[in-house]
């Protein structure tokens, strides 16, 4: 089993660009978790997906941010226009769910990050 | 809302010694779960033990195993023989289930992490 993939590992862009990342849960997870990373707030927890669905995306911080899953294999989060304070360590996270509860013996399963850098 | 707190930003510890971080949590559930995550430099966020809230018994994985004080809320993780390889920080979650658009999922909040250093 590959894992939670993530790309890019590490994005520079500048102030305003939009910047996209992305990431392929494990096969056969059906729940899917965007995180981010900073050294001020830690890990807070932006969106969560169920089968593809959007089912709690209270943690994305502003308008700016938006996150899509077309398919049980992929999913992205995109920034646009992008800021400095958004610099920060991106996770993606998956697991197995039934009936919306996480089975603990999956637990969740985190990528590798992407590190944002707005500039 | 539920809160986790890790009081110690930073630990240290010799080679083959013994280690505990400490976690307390604020919850008024009964029900929840317990972990702690090991993020090396490789920035991977690696699960290294858990524990059910209902189970009385503390959890145990090879070298690590945790004080899960109910009463107290408080979860720490001890690490024996320490290895050079658990340099990391450390993380202390808490996983509660929540509701939110119609149903409801285990939602993982995260303490603010523990530096660990051993020293050869």
């Known amino acids: 089993d590959a894992g939670v993939i993530q790309s890019p590992r590490h994005e520079v862009t500048e102030m305003g660009q939009e910047v996209t990342l992305r990431c392929k849960p494990i096969?056969?997870?059906?729940?899917l978790f965007w995180y981010r990373q900073t050294m001020m707030r830690g890990l807070e927890l932006l969106i969560y997906f169920n089968n593809n669905v959007p089912i709690d995306d209270s943690g994305m911080p502003e308008d700016r941010f938006s996150a899509k899953m077309p398919n049980a294999s992929f999913s992205t989060l995109k920034i646009q226009p992008s800021e400095p304070r958004d610099s920060a360590v991106y996770f993606c996270?998956?697991?197995?769910?039934?009936?919306?509860?996480?089975?603990?013996?999956?637990?969740?399963?985190f990528g590798s990050g992407t590190r944002l850098t707005v500039v | 809302a539920q809160t986790v707190t890790q009081s110690q930003p930073e630990m240290s510890v010799q080679e083959a010694e013994t280690v505990t971080l400490s976690c307390t949590y604020d919850?008024?559930?009964?029900?929840?779960?317990l972990f702690w995550y090991k993020q090396p430099p490789s920035r991977q966020m690696i699960l290294v033990i858990r524990q059910e809230a209902y189970k009385q018994q503390n959890a145990t994985e090879n070298r690590f195993s945790v004080n899960f004080q109910k009463a107290a809320k408080s979860f720490s993780l001890k690490i024996s023989d320490s290895q050079l390889g658990d340099t990391a920080m450390y993380f202390c979650a808490f996983m509660k289930h929540v509701r939110a658009g119609g149903t409801s999922y285990g939602k993982l909040t995260f303490g603010q992490g523990t530096i660990l250093t051993v020293h050869p």
């Open positions: 919850t008024s559930e009964n029900n929840y779960y």
């Open positions: 996270a998956s697991s197995l769910t039934q009936q919306g509860i996480i089975l603990l013996n999956y637990g969740y399963t």
């Open positions: 096969s056969g997870h059906n729940s």
